[in-house]
């Protein structure tokens, strides 16, 4: 099963470079005053990864006012 792993690995590492080795035109984001210029592929990986954490935030953000929405009232005196 080792050898799967690393196999799977491999492959998600090859398609990553290839990846980047066909998308290395360059791209200028702009964002209120400022702007930056960097390779398409960088900017793909910087805008997934944001995503990724920005992602599980708001999910767990969700699962809090869940788990408060359905806490019980405390009893009233």
Known sequence: MRYVYIALILLITLAVVAFKVQNIDAVTVSFLSSSITLPISVLMFAVYF???????????????????????LPPRQ
């Open 50 to 72: 944001l995503g990724m954490a920005t992602g599980g935030m708001v999910i767990s953000v969700i699962r809090g006012f869940l788990r408060g929405a359905t806490k019980p």
